[in-house]
């Protein structure tokens, strides 16, 4: 960062005409004028680590795609030595969509209808034999 130098924003301005108001007014001017060259310089920081945060960004990413290379190269080798077989390749589907999935109907599940409740799981109705007796 180069040295503060005090550069004239304003040109010079005749004795006679410094009133109070334009000394002050030039005042104001010299101030902002030496905000926007401290947040230049701020920004110009912010810049370069912006730049650094990339590369180190772009560092990672590197290694992230190397890193899920290795695991699935590894994936691969336990399957092996596992003997499981190795993964499928699936191709996307060529079935057009159904743009009708709301219209399901109860119809599609016969045992959806509640009509009644079975006795087990064989699907038997309830034998009334068997009820509890007060």
């Known amino acids: 960062m180069a040295p503060l130098v005090k550069k004239r924003v304003v040109p010079p301005i005749p004795v006679q005409e410094q009133t109070p108001r334009v000394r002050v007014l030039v005042e104001i001017v010299e101030q902002q004028q030496s905000l926007i060259d401290s947040q230049k310089d701020t920004l110009e920081q912010r810049q370069l680590q912006i730049d650094q945060l990339s590369l180190a960004n772009e560092r990672q990413l590197e290694t992230i795609e190397e890193q899920q290379t290795r695991i699935e190269a590894l994936k691969a080798e336990v399957a092996r030595l596992e003997k499981l077989p190795k993964k499928p390749k699936i191709r996307p589907s060529t079935l ?33 034999a068997n009820a509890r007796r007060s």
Do not use: R
């Open 96 to 128: 057009p969509k159904d743009d009708n999935e709301s219209d399901h109907h109860d119809s599609d599940n016969p045992g959806a209808s509640g009509q009644g409740e079975t006795d087990d799981a064989k699907g038997k109705p309830p034998n009334p």
